[in-house]
């Protein structure tokens, strides 16, 4: 795989899984604008969140020595490998448990707000992975949701 000095994978050496994993974030980041209830919003922005996270992860990751390893999630793999998104990848693993509890069908599990803004930052997320492996970022679809009060955290632009 072709890498830039400054972690960039050159987009035409992704391999068809993070291009899969790509088209599946964004598909779930419309499912979550479309989604009916709050739950199935909150729950589609963060598996596309994770979607975007294992794009990155197809494309930089190398396999580990045959000697077994601790099991790790997605989020920690991302630090790994992509040391620069750690408080992105902090900020969605933190909110697993949400999502955990809204497929279960928890409604009170999540806000419309909390939801809302994490259809957002999941948009931005992706449009930053795609900027790390060297395409032209989507267009945000998250536009359709109302903007949030005040940025934090990822929310207020780390890139």
Known sequence: MDHTDDGFVSPHALPATAHS??????????????????PARYACAHVAALRAAAALLAARARPAPTRRRPQRNAWVLLTEVAPEL???????AA??????????????AVTEREADDLVRDA????????????????AA????IAAPRAAVGPRAGVA
């Open 141 to 144: 679809v998250a536009g359709r």
């Open 86 to 92: 750690g408080e992105w990848a902090q900020f969605f």
């Open 95 to 108: 909110g697993a448990a949400k999502r955990a509890a809204a497929e279960a069908g928890s409604t009170r």
């Open 21 to 38: 994993y790509l088209s599946r974030s964004a598909a779930s980041l419309q499912e979550a604008i479309l989604a009916p209830d709050v």
């Open 123 to 138: 948009d931005r997320f992706l449009a930053v992975v795609e900027q790390r492996l060297g395409l032209v970022p989507h």
